[in-house]
């Protein structure tokens, strides 16, 4: 048996941090496996359904690294298809025509609910003679479901659950309009696609009983189940956008990278010992649905900036400059000159191991590639008294002779500041407020190594001049 699995979300919105960590699973479960994943969109819901959501989810798929087999699968392309086997099954007596109005189902709705009772159609058309259906009411059709015994599922995630058959109605299958209904259409689709395992979220577990009587009803096999429990807030409260619940989409703006999404949303309800950390290859090596937890995950941004940090350690250089320059150029307004990209490339390994993220490495390295004459931030400016820019005078017309590498630089100021009679904090912080506008950056002789002998030299100028 070649295992297949499926990610088959509706396009009515973005790919949300849920449906991702559920994609992921899918691909991880096949991957391990040597198996086949596959893609479905799920857009059956025609006035919800969007082209630009269908783009959004195959675009963070593709940015998330997670690259299905085959072709994309659209549900609503099928739906013909998916009608011909409700009618199969009419014609075999495992469904049947139901007359009901719309009206007369939500007066079934309204005693159910007066009488304290589980809504669910009571079968008046079940064993009816179609022979008395009122005239000009088109039917719907709906199964003939298991009215005794039991249902059960064997969940790799939930365990064994049994319901009652007396508790699944008889549900509907095909719409009165000739449109297959959502439970339908899955379980048509699963089978002809081959899926071995179904692996999705908490809220469908319902969906597996009355998706298990299809099923039997056609003398298909069941696929495996796996149900993944929802994804809380760090305060275990139900997802919102300010837990995180989020399209991918955003946090690659926010300046996540996808290797760290991934490693976070493996490590958000699945565990491999006490391992935090988690390549993409040991992922594929150790992934099983024996992993994944029963209860909620709790989604907490602290931890997967710690995550993101750790890949942005790892990057390589020029990749981050990459990244970094785009972010860079849209804020400036121009295109970076070779130059710039190159002072970039030669601060990375400075600058990387303090952001957590892309956005923040881009407001770190903002001062490497800014124009003259350096705006200082308020704290930054108070260093610049009368008395530091004489200093920061005096360095320049010494400094610029110096060898220009870190060790040398240091060298030089540390003799400057021992010639002037006065602390290397005098001259430090001030030149680094003229250098970088700020009182945080990599060390400061670093930093006039990459800027270069004649950028640093005019910062310096301009910053003595400064009134």
Not at 22 to 34: C, E, I, K, Q
Not at 184 to 213: L, P
Not at 302 to 328: F, M, P, Q
Request: with cysteine; net charge negative.
């Amino acid at each position: 048996m070649t295992v297949t699995v499926r990610f088959a979300p509706s396009p009515t919105g973005f790919l949300h941090i849920g449906g991702a960590r559920t994609a992921l699973f899918n691909w991880l479960f096949a991957r391990h496996h040597n198996g086949i994943f596959r893609l479905r969109i799920e857009d059956t819901d025609r006035e919800r359904s969007t082209r630009a959501a269908e783009e959004a989810i195959i675009d963070g798929l593709k940015w998330l690294g997670i690259e299905w087999d085959g072709d994309v699968v659209y549900q609503f392309s099928r739906a013909t298809h998916h009608a011909e086997i409700a009618r199969q099954l009419l014609g075999a007596g495992r469904a049947y025509r139901c007359y009901c109005t719309p009206e007369e189902l939500e007066a079934m709705r309204a005693r159910a609910l007066a009488e304290k009772r589980s809504v669910r159609y009571d079968g008046t058309w079940r064993d009816r003679d179609p022979s008395e259906a009122p005239p000009g009411v088109a039917p719907a059709i709906r199964l003939r479901a298991e009215q005794s015994g039991a249902t059960t599922i064997n969940d790799h995630v939930l365990g064994t659950v049994t319901v009652g058959n007396e508790e699944l109605d008889d549900l509907i299958i095909l719409r009165s309009d000739g449109t297959p209904t959502y439970n339908f259409s899955v379980v048509v689709d699963d089978h002809d696609m081959d899926i071995t395992h179904v692996i999705r979220g908490n809220e469908h577990f319902r969906n597996a009983f009355r998706q298990t009587q299809i099923y039997r009803a056609l003398g298909w096999k069941e696929p495996e189940w796996a149900h993944i429990p929802l994804i809380h807030g760090s305060d275990g409260a139900k997802m919102s956008k300010r837990h995180g619940a989020l399209g991918i989409d955003e946090y690659r703006k926010m300046g996540y990278l996808p290797e760290a999404i991934r490693n976070y949303l493996l490590r958000l309800g699945w565990s491999h010992g006490d391992d935090e950390i988690i390549s993409t290859d040991q992922a594929i090596a150790w992934f099983d649905l024996g992993g994944i937890h029963k209860a909620p995950a709790q989604f907490d941004f602290a931890k997967l900036d710690s995550v993101n940090a750790h890949y942005i350690r790892e990057a390589d250089d020029a990749r981050l400059v990459g990244l970094v320059v785009d972010l860079l150029e849209a804020e400036f307004g121009h295109k970076l000159s070779d130059g710039d990209r190159d002072r970039l490339r030669r601060a990375m390994p400075g600058l990387k191991p303090r952001a957590k993220t892309i956005v923040e490495l881009a407001e770190k390295a903002h001062f490497y590639v800014a124009r003259r004459p350096i705006q200082p931030a308020a704290d930054a400016a108070r260093q610049l008294t009368a008395e530091a820019r004489a200093l920061l005078g005096a360095l320049s017309a010494e400094i610029g002779a110096a060898d220009w590498q870190t060790t040398a630089l240091e060298a030089r100021v540390r003799d400057f500041v021992e010639a002037k009679g006065v602390k290397l904090g005098a001259v430090a912080q001030p030149l680094r407020a003229a250098l970088t506008g700020s009182l945080a950056s990599p060390g400061i002789f670093e930093v006039m190594e990459v800027l270069g002998r004649d950028e640093t030299v005019g910062r310096i100028e301009d910053a003595a001049e400064s009134r």
